[in-house]
């Protein structure tokens, strides 16, 4: 018999907006241009409070200019606009003239500010996104329609199966956790959603995810590099993205993006970003968040709370974590080569993405007819401070009493903006995602025997570091079925306990007889991968093809303190 | 400043009259009017009617006060200088009337410990960061306040009473923080230094207790300033390797609220601590020390917990287990102290890179 889930609800949520122009998404987009232009003057006074003298102010450029030229020489992408390098040939030129043929003070500020203004209005132009309703429609039904036929042919074994309706996504994506309180809060307030983020696909999951809710588009920061694939991108682009260069480090490019994220927020788009910042390499939960993004959800909400008049509610930003878990990860084996490569030795780590468009098919292709399940935790929403909310949207503290979060901003009675302050905010809301991604995050029956296997295989080897272990031949590595199955019932064990203490979550298909669930795990870890991180041989025993990725997937309950339980 | 102005400001408070904390209201009173959490009414009524309290001389802007709602109404800034034994139970009564928009600067130097049920301090054997939390942890769990800070340095209170010249830390994450407590405390005769790594300086106050009693004991052998050297400079070493097991950074316990607090305590024969190592060395059973004594040393207690700490984090840490074994285990201090010169320990540092 098969392990299979706890039969979905399958429930069709309601939009919570009817129509499409009521969305703040849309009034985004339909206003994009002047959007666009207050996005870059907000930049603009940023970086003059950031470097207030002219010399900084010329450096910064300078520096700018320099990378910006060194990453068109190094790093193009298929994406990048046609026009850029005359533009910053542009930009250079002007600043060597600045500096060569002194103007008078008055005229060569202006100048620098100009500069710098151009800079600012093209990255805000580069990061926007656009949001068009026909093509948000067509995608959108064409991700149902389509997923919905392949899910039918493949499963329902009979011709004509493509045209039945017997399955559709939900059977396959499972949606656990507070959902009612997010559509919610999303009409009481605006959502800033924080995913964990371990594959490409991620991006287009939650997309649907949040559709399938009943919610309004969110705008994304999705990587520039997306952009490469044509198929994703075109998604992408319906769906509400705005660009995010991770090439670009400079000093106006990130304030501009910074800007663009708080502003959105500010004027009440629903927001989503990864703020683990790129896919988990290692295959672990996130444990470190970037703070540069998710401050400006902090910023976002102070600035709601000093510019909203007296005798008005203040609209609230509700923080909610959510986990994707996964069975399989498409790019692990690539993942962690990059990530065991970084951690062996201090390398560049060049951003490419192996994946076209052909292999995105065949893994839609797989992932329709492997049996392989995708869930997605909704996390309780959190004030930007990580105070629980309930569900009127009251920040409430340990005890159940209701916070005012605009007191988080007073000093001596006045709301004062203090950056520092806010940074300590940032970092302490970080924490407490990280700690709820821990506590949503669903244990599947791959992970356990991922975890269990490496850990038995590293306690094998005690003398041996964790580059020594993974040089290790395959062929020697084999572990004997029942001391398997032993300690797998024992890690289980502590994770329902884990559970109880609501630190850690878990599948329904864990449960019940363990055998069942160590072949449902043997079945589903990495079963796309060509070579399978572990697998049961002819005489029964654990071995595996590819203990690198096994080591991936492993990495998934790291956190947990499960190890003294091998 | 002038006391015309002191109305205008708002005012400060502090919760806890003993020493350190009247000598805090005094310092605070300069600048601010204070109100001074007293437990009992008597207390109120004797300080109403002789401005002192136990010998402390109090400042006329300071005000007693024995209501914790309307002392938190009151104030937006509050020092709580309770012992560490009732900061939780403190914390637990004044959580209910704080606001996010509170700021909270602790004066206690010592640890809480929430113990599995069943188990005492004595019975338990090892102890962990899950268990062990410092006051400023224990503010934030208990309240809602994130804007915490915490008071340490050297700073015996009869010195500061006496106008003597003196520096404390003022240790938060929070900018904001630091310089409210440096707006309130400094004076000509006090400097006050700022530190953004709060539970290394919360650390730094606590594990100095330990040497303090070690300092005792050696003087109370009768040995003279060479192995109080020794024992200062070794001391700082386990405290760092200790207090980086618990979370704190090497820097915190450089700066005045470690070795500068270290050193003076060390060279205080009338602290607790280093009295209970003065009679322990002079052959006192330790059940007799803790009888002489009205109010348990803190050291005592943080022996017995950083042992555990120690053994759970597997820290080298033998200046404290070998006090944890003349406190609790009947060794003798001669004996403990033959031990320790014996101990094959021989790199001079190792935490410095």
């Known amino acids: 018999m098969e392990v299979i889930e706890k039969k979905?609800?399958?429930?069709?949520?309601?939009?919570?907006?009817?129509?499409?122009?009521?969305?703040?998404?849309?009034?985004?987009?339909?206003?994009?241009?002047?959007?666009?232009?207050?996005?870059?003057?907000?930049?603009?006074?940023?970086?003059?409070?950031?470097?207030?003298?002219?010399?900084?102010?010329?450096?910064?450029?300078?520096?700018?200019?320099?990378?910006?030229?060194?990453?068109?020489?190094?790093?193009?992408?298929?994406?990048?606009?046609?026009?850029?390098?005359?533009?910053?040939?542009?930009?250079?030129?002007?600043?060597?003239?600045?500096?060569?043929?002194?103007?008078?003070?008055?005229?060569?500020?202006?100048?620098?500010?100009?500069?710098?203004?151009?800079?600012?209005?093209?990255?805000a132009g580069e990061i926007a996104g656009n949001f068009k309703p026909s093509s948000y429609r067509f995608a959108r039904e064409i991700i149902q329609f389509w997923f919905a036929r392949l899910l039918n042919a493949t499963r329902v074994k009979k011709f004509g199966a493509i045209f039945r309706n017997q399955y559709t996504l939900r059977d396959k994506i499972q949606i656990v956790g507070k959902v009612k309180q997010l559509r919610n809060l999303a009409k009481k307030g605006t959502i800033v959603m924080v995913p964990t983020h371990s594959s490409n696909l991620d991006s287009i999951l939650i997309g649907w995810v949040i559709h399938a809710l009943g919610l309004p588009a969110f705008i994304y920061g999705a990587g520039?590099?997306?952009?490469?694939?044509?198929?994703?991108?075109?998604?992408?682009?319906?769906?509400?993205?705005?660009?995010?260069?991770?090439?670009?480090?400079?000093?106006?490019?990130?304030?501009?993006?910074?800007?663009?994220?708080?502003?959105?927020?500010?004027?009440?788009?629903?927001?989503?970003?990864?703020?683990?910042?790129?896919?988990?390499?290692?295959?672990?939960?996130?444990?470190?968040?970037?703070?540069?993004?998710?401050?400006?959800a902090t910023e976002a909400q102070r600035n709601i709370y000093l510019k909203t008049p007296e005798g008005q509610e203040p609209r609230k930003i509700f923080v909610v974590p959510v986990t994707l878990n996964y069975h399989f990860v498409?790019?692990?084996?690539?993942?962690?080569?990059?990530y065991l490569s970084i951690k062996g030795q201090d390398r560049y780590l060049p951003e490419d993405d192996k994946y076209g468009s052909v292999q995105l098919i065949q893994f839609l292709f797989k992932f329709f007819t492997k049996g392989s399940n995708i869930s997605v935790s909704i996390g309780r929403g959190l004030d930007i401070m990580g105070n629980y909310v309930d569900e009127e949207g009251n920040s409430l503290d340990a005890q159940g009493r209701i916070i005012d979060t605009r007191d988080y901003f007073l000093s001596n009675g006045q709301i004062t903006i203090d950056k520092q302050r806010e940074d300590e905010y940032t970092r302490m809301l970080s924490q407490r995602i990280v700690a709820e991604y821990h506590k949503i995050h669903r244990t599947f029956a791959s992970h356990l025997v991922a975890f269990v296997a490496f850990e038995m295989w590293q306690k094998q080897h005690p003398k041996l570091d964790l580059f020594g272990l993974l040089r290790l031949p395959e062929e020697e590595l084999s572990l004997d079925y029942p001391e398997f199955r032993?300690?797998?019932?024992?890690?289980?064990?502590?994770?329902?306990?884990?559970?109880?203490?609501?630190?850690?979550?878990?599948?329904?298909?864990?449960?019940?007889?363990?055998?069942?669930?160590?072949?449902?795990?043997?079945?589903?870890?990495?079963?796309?991968?060509?070579?399978?991180?572990?697998?049961?041989?002819?005489?029964?025993?654990?071995?595996t093809k590819d203990l690198n990725t096994l080591y991936f997937y492993h990495n998934r309950l790291v956190g947990y303190d499960l190890e003294k339980f091998i | 400043m002038t006391s015309r102005s002191l109305s205008d400001l708002p005012p400060v408070g502090v919760i806890g009259s003993g020493n350190f904390g009247t000598t805090v209201a005094n310092l605070l009173a300069r600048h601010r009017n204070v109100f001074l959490y007293v437990r009992d009414e008597k207390t109120i009524d004797h300080i109403l009617q002789k401005r002192e309290i136990r010998g402390h001389k109090l400042n006329k802007h300071i005000t007693p006060i024995n209501d914790l709602a309307e002392l938190a109404?009151?104030?937006?800034?509050?020092?709580?200088?309770?012992?560490?034994?009732?900061?939780r139970a403190m914390?637990?009564?004044?959580?209910?009337?704080?606001?996010?928009?509170?700021?909270?600067?602790?004066?206690?130097?010592?640890?809480?410990?929430?113990?599995?049920?069943?188990?005492?301090?004595?019975?338990?054997?090892?102890?962990?960061?899950?268990?062990?939390?410092?006051?400023?942890?224990?503010?934030?769990?208990?309240?809602?306040?994130?804007?915490?800070?915490?008071?340490?340095?050297?700073?015996?209170?009869?010195?500061?009473?006496?106008?003597?010249?003196?520096?404390?830390?003022?240790?938060?994450?929070?900018?904001?923080?630091?310089?409210?407590?440096?707006?309130?405390?400094?004076?000509?005769?006090?400097?006050?230094?700022?530190?953004?790594?709060?539970?290394?300086?919360?650390?730094?106050?606590?594990?100095?207790?330990?040497?303090?009693?070690?300092?005792?004991?050696?003087?109370?052998?009768?040995?003279?300033?060479?192995?109080?050297?020794?024992?200062?400079?070794?001391?700082?070493?386990?405290?760092?390797?200790?207090?980086?097991?618990?979370?704190?950074?090497?820097?915190?316990?450089?700066?005045?609220?470690?070795?500068?607090?270290?050193?003076?305590?060390?060279?205080?024969?009338?602290?607790?601590?280093?009295?209970?190592g003065y009679k322990l060395a002079q052959g006192m059973k330790p059940q007799e020390v803790f009888e002489s004594m009205d109010e348990v040393a803190e050291g005592v207690n943080t022996v017995r917990i950083m042992k555990k700490c120690a053994d759970f984090y597997k820290v080298r840490a033998p200046i404290t287990s070998t006090l944890y074994k003349v406190l609790f285990e009947d060794v003798t201090v001669k004996e403990a102290l033959d031990y320790l010169m014996r101990y094959p320990l021989n790199i001079d540092i190792d935490f410095i890179d």
């Open chain 1, 330 to 338: 498409l790019e692990a084996p690539e993942l962690i080569d990059d």
């Open chain 2, 91 to 276: 914390m637990k009564k004044l959580s209910p009337y704080l606001h996010p928009y509170h700021v909270l600067i602790h004066g206690s130097k010592g640890l809480d410990i929430t113990l599995p049920k069943g188990q005492t301090l004595e019975t338990v054997t090892k102890l962990s960061r899950t268990q062990v939390k410092t006051m400023s942890e224990v503010i934030r769990e208990e309240s809602v306040v994130v804007r915490v800070g915490c008071l340490a340095g050297p700073n015996l209170s009869k010195e500061l009473s006496a106008r003597q010249p003196a520096a404390t830390v003022i240790a938060s994450p929070f900018n904001e923080v630091i310089s409210i407590g440096k707006r309130l405390l400094r004076s000509d005769r006090f400097q006050v230094y700022g530190n953004n790594e709060l539970i290394g300086v919360e650390l730094a106050g606590v594990l100095k207790n330990i040497i303090a009693i070690a300092a005792g004991a050696l003087n109370g052998m009768g040995y003279g300033e060479n192995a109080r050297g020794l024992l200062i400079s070794r001391g700082v070493v386990e405290i760092i390797h200790l207090g980086r097991a618990l979370g704190g950074k090497t820097k915190a316990f450089l700066g005045v609220a470690g070795i500068g607090d270290l050193v003076a305590t060390c060279n205080s024969p009338l602290s607790r601590n280093f009295q209970v």
């Open chain 2, 73 to 87: 109404r009151q104030c937006d800034i509050i020092f709580p200088i309770v012992p560490s034994a009732h900061f």
């Open chain 1, 8 to 123: 979905n609800k399958n429930k069709r949520y309601k939009p919570i907006l009817d129509k499409i122009p009521d969305w703040p998404v849309y009034q985004l987009s339909k206003n994009r241009k002047e959007f666009i232009e207050d996005v870059a003057e907000h930049a603009f006074k940023r970086i003059k409070e950031m470097r207030p003298t002219r010399k900084q102010l010329v450096d910064e450029l300078e520096a700018t200019v320099y990378r910006e030229q060194q990453r068109m020489k190094r790093n193009r992408w298929r994406v990048d606009p046609p026009d850029e390098s005359k533009f910053w040939a542009k930009v250079k030129e002007d600043l060597i003239e600045l500096t060569a043929r002194p103007l008078d003070d008055n005229a060569t500020e202006r100048k620098e500010d100009e500069i710098l203004k151009r800079i600012v209005q093209r990255y």
């Open chain 1, 486 to 543: 032993k300690t797998c019932k024992r890690v289980r064990k502590q994770i329902y306990n884990l559970k109880k203490e609501g630190k850690a979550n878990h599948a329904t298909h864990l449960k019940g007889k363990i055998d069942l669930v160590i072949k449902h795990g043997l079945e589903n870890v990495g079963n796309f991968h060509l070579k399978r991180p572990l697998l049961m041989d002819k005489k029964g025993n654990i071995i």
């Open chain 1, 224 to 296: 520039l590099n997306l952009f490469n694939i044509k198929i994703i991108a075109y998604f992408m682009n319906s769906l509400g993205a705005y660009k995010v260069d991770r090439r670009k480090k400079n000093l106006p490019y990130l304030e501009t993006l910074k800007m663009y994220s708080g502003l959105a927020i500010e004027k009440g788009a629903h927001s989503l970003f990864f703020p683990g910042g790129t896919r988990s390499r290692s295959g672990n939960i996130e444990k470190m968040l970037k703070l540069g993004l998710l401050s400006t």
